[in-house]
């Protein structure tokens, strides 16, 4: 068997993990290429026949090839390739040269595939996500593309089907640099050539970051419902009495420090929220010139409408712009008529959540988020009618439960059987406006198409 291996981003590696894997099967093996490779250590250099074979009876494997400079090797002689074809189990070649980059756009005259081969691999790197163009695409010039621009999903599948379509065997996608949930659909959908937009990264963002300025008993009641919408909650005050875990137990971080030295403990997350709560004009003042040029989704103060009034205008006194401070949510909260703490801080995260959900498309939990779990990931990237949850929502179904939802109900127990059977990446339409729902027993209406991933 011989297998090419091709593209950029880890080809050397994953050679070596297939030359592994084959000789734990007492099967021989040889490295080499069509191309250049570097010199390894046990690499054999300008070899024959004898040489390798009695390398390969030793140790089950050798890598061989043709000195090419000082640190490389090319391909062997085509007449020894042709003998050692008859008698070696696994010829695994590396085929293609990308200069050490994770991503790779072929010339004319590349991948180098032997004609003989059975399998082409052809390797792909994500730590080129998000990088310039110019970084990390080798022969990006031939692809027209910009070499400032940031590499997206898109552009990654794109140079994997410019080597698709020069080829006429069969290939296998592998994709390395998974990190998270993200990039390990992402490599999912790369992995079996499906449409990469079929996600979009903002349903994979952490729920936003929220600041709360001042610890009294608005506070307390906003730290203790953000903790159940799973909001990470920075608390800031400068009083011990209030800055504390016994009156914050379900805080992420405390900090009991004066608000004009808290610009190091301020997160630097574009969708942070900020909320002026203190016990005085002069600090909920402070406070809103130092978040107000800070990244946020989110900024709202606390007070009356004259106290408001009164502090905006010494601020546009000071040469503050009226654009700058309109977007500040103040007098702060939805107009509930709210009176006790514990509904004013109703009232503010009922703000905060419109303008999330508004701007801000991920429902995704921390758990989900963080999860390292083998299993398929539900998403739902299509919704009509009525149906309980919206686009970007998702589940992950592994072997020993779910985290997450994507609606409940009968269409979720379908899907969550639906998981249970996916062994590919799969797009399933559940339809509750028709007969179906009869069948899974809905009766609020609506359509979720739903795509399964296996993660």
């Not at 090419?4 to 030359?19: A, D, M, N, Q, R």
């Not at 030793?58 to 008859?86: F, M, P, S, V, W």
């Not at 993200?182 to 079929?198: G, I, P, Q, S």
């Not at 800055?243 to 190091?264: G, L």
Request: glycine share 6%.
């Amino acid at each position: 068997m011989i297998i090419s291996v091709i593209g950029s981003g880890g080809k050397t590696t994953y050679i070596h993990e297939l030359k592994d894997k084959y000789v734990s099967l007492n099967k021989t093996v040889l490295m080499c290429t069509t191309t250049h490779m570097l010199i390894e250590e046990d690499t054999l250099v300008d070899p024959g026949y004898d040489e390798i074979m009695q390398r390969i009876e030793t140790y089950g494997y050798c890598h061989a090839g043709n000195r090419c400079g000082d640190l490389k090797i090319d391909a062997l002689d085509e007449e020894l390739l042709n003998q050692l074809k008859q008698v070696v189990d696994v010829i695994l070649i590396e085929a293609d040269g990308s200069k050490h980059l994770p991503l790779k756009f072929p010339s004319a005259n590349e991948p180098v595939i032997d004609s003989d081969t059975d399998e082409v691999v052809l390797i792909s790197n994500l730590n080129g996500l998000n990088q310039p163009v110019k970084d990390v695409v080798h022969r990006y010039e031939l692809a027209n593309l910009d070499p400032s621009e940031l590499v997206t999903p898109r552009i990654m599948q794109d140079l994997i089907r410019a080597y698709l379509k020069k080829l006429n065997k069969p290939v296998t996608i592998h994709v390395n640099g998974a990190s998270d949930l993200y990039t390990r659909c992402v490599k999912a959908l790369l992995e079996e050539n499906m449409d990469v937009n079929l996600i979009q990264k903002e349903w994979f963002n952490m729920q936003p970051k929220l600041v709360i300025l001042g610890c009294g008993h608005v506070s307390q009641y906003l730290a203790k419902m953000a903790s159940i919408l799973e909001l990470y909650t920075i608390v800031i005050d400068n009083r011990k009495e209030f800055a504390n875990r016994e009156c914050f137990p379900t805080a992420n971080e405390i900090h009991c420090i004066d608000y004009d030295q808290m610009d190091s403990v301020l997160p630097d997350e574009e969708n942070a929220c900020y909320v002026i709560v203190t016990r005085g004009h002069k600090d909920d003042r402070l406070c809103l010139e130092k978040t107000i040029h800070k990244p946020h989704l989110y900024l709202g103060m606390i007070g009356s409408k004259g106290k408001v009034k009164k502090t905006f205008d010494a601020l546009i006194e000071e040469g503050y712009l009226k654009e700058e401070l309109s977007n500040v949510h103040a007098p702060i909260g939805l107009d509930i008529k709210a009176q006790t703490p514990a509904e004013i801080s109703i009232s503010i995260l009922a703000e905060l959540i419109e303008i999330k959900n508004t701007k801000f498309s991920s429902s995704v939990s921390k758990e989900l988020l963080e999860s390292n779990m083998h299993g398929t990931l539900c998403i739902i990237i299509d919704k009509k009618g009525s149906a309980p949850r919206g686009v970007g929502s998702m589940m992950l179904v592994h072997k020993d439960g779910v985290i997450d939802t994507i609606g409940g109900g009968k269409v979720e127990y379908q899907a969550i059987l639906d998981a249970k059977e996916c062994k590919k990446v799969m797009i399933k339409e559940y339809d509750l406006s028709n007969a179906e729902s009869a069948t899974l027993g809905m009766i609020c209406g609506g359509y979720n198409k739903v795509l399964f991933i296996p993660v």
